[in-house]
T-cell receptor
Framework: DAGVTQSPTHLIKTRGQHVTLRCSPISGHKSVSWYQQVLGQGPQFIFQYYEKEERGRGNFPDRFSARQFPNYSSELNVNALLLGDSALYLCASTTGGLNYGYTFGSGTRLTVV | EDQVTQSPEALRLQEGESSSLNCSYT??????LFWYRQDPGKGPEFLFT???AGEEKEKERLKATLTKKESFLHITAPKPEDSATYLC???????????FGKGTTLSVSS
């Protein structure tokens, strides 16, 4: 079975640009979450979506937005990129509640120059 | 504020030298304590979920335990392939997110 797939794997953007990251969950998983991981830190929660509805939002500015599609795949959008947005962006999926455990993708490495 | 603290930040072991990693959490009414392994440039790989004090789970050379305030990841007779960053996380009070610690980077030399 395919795991959580994310695209692209690497990305270089210029300050002020916009970026879209994509995630396909494990088949049958209806919940997708996004995390940002800066080098040397643990992942930090950005969004959770379940059945196409936002269920949770972390402490990130409005430049960050996301959505989930009818096939449960998801996009994370970041506007007006800053140097500090450079990080590994992780997508995770689960069947439902958190207590079932999350499966993470390999992430998208975003570098803002 | 919910917080997860891991110690030590880094740990160097010789092959076969057993040790433990610590994770302290602050969420009252714990809904789940998670351990993940992360290799460089990869996403976290799920290891264990613990739900109640006294619970223990094992997988190969790893054993996770849980008390009311802490969790421990015991590594018995580690091998170089166990070298990775080990992340601990708890569920936030809303049940919508994982709160991660900074991780413990384990290096095992032969």
């Amino acid at each position: 079975d395919a795991g959580v797939t994310q695209s692209p794997t690497h990305l270089i953007k210029t300050r002020g640009q916009h970026v879209t990251l994509r995630c396909s969950p494990i088949s049958g998983h209806k919940s997708v979450s996004w995390y940002q991981q800066v080098l040397g830190q643990g992942p930090q929660f950005i969004f959770q979506y379940y059945e196409k509805e936002e269920r949770g939002r972390g402490n990130f500015p409005d430049r960050f937005s996301a959505r989930q599609f009818p096939n449960y795949s998801s996009e994370l959008n970041v506007n007006a990129l800053l140097l500090g947005d450079s990080a590994l962006y992780l997508c995770a999926s689960t069947t439902g509640g958190l207590n079932y455990g999350y499966t993470f993708g390999s992430g998208t490495r975003l570098t803002v120059v | 504020e919910d917080q997860v603290t891991q110690s030590p930040e880094a740990l160097r072991l010789q092959e076969g030298e057993s040790s433990s990693l610590n994770c302290s959490y602050t969420v009252s009414g714990l809904r789940g304590l998670f351990w993940y392994r992360q290799d460089p440039g990869k996403g976290p790989e799920f290891l264990f979920t613990l739900y109640s004090a006294g619970e223990e789970k094992e997988k190969e050379r790893l054993k996770a335990t849980l008390t009311k305030k802490e969790s421990f990841l015991h590594i018995t007779a580690p091998k170089p392939e166990d070298s990775a960053t080990y992340l601990c996380a708890e569920t936030n009070q809303a049940g919508t997110a994982l709160i991660f610690g900074k991780g413990t980077t384990l290096s095992v030399s032969s």
